[in-house]
């Protein structure tokens, strides 16, 4: 089993000590372990303020970016962790989701938290994807 980790270049950089991806090569394929993204630009500003579907959409294409870099893409999403500011914006993002999304939907955890460390995100999305080599 071989561990690599990855900041691929079209995402921002994390600020604290950490990679945007895991990659764990096993048997046939690997499993990328992606950090949960939020709706910053590369510069680390932040993308749609007090708009869910705009962040929404700045998450979903940090993740493509992220999967791409190693070869996959949110089809091949296993599992999804989503952190939102509000539930009562559950709608707005699930909306976006589905459109991300393949047919075949990965395990998925939703909750509620009081704020994130980008101040006015609303939501932050962690995955982790079974790529084949």
């Keep these: 089993m071989q561990i690599t980790f990855d900041d691929p270049p079209g995402v921002w950089l994390p600020a604290g000590r950490y990679s ?6 096993v048997g046939t394929g690997a499993l990328l372990f992606v ?12 993308v749609g303020p007090d708009d869910m579907t705009a962040q929404a959409h700045a998450v979903m294409r940090s993740l493509s970016t992220v999967l791409a870099a190693h070869g996959g893409t ?22 976006v989701r589905r459109g991300y999304l393949g047919d075949d939907l ?3 955890t939703t909750v509620e938290v009081g704020r994130l460390f980008v101040p006015g995100a609303l939501l932050e999305v962690e995955v982790v994807a079974a790529i084949p080599h």
């Design 35 to 46: 950090s949960g993204q939020v709706a910053v630009d590369e510069s680390g500003e932040l």
């Design 74 to 95: 949110l089809a091949d999403v296993v599992n999804i962790r989503s952190f939102l500011t509000d539930l009562g914006r559950l709608a707005e993002y699930g909306a």
């Design 20 to 25: 945007q991806v895991a990659r764990v090569d």
């Design 106 to 108: 990965p395990t998925s």
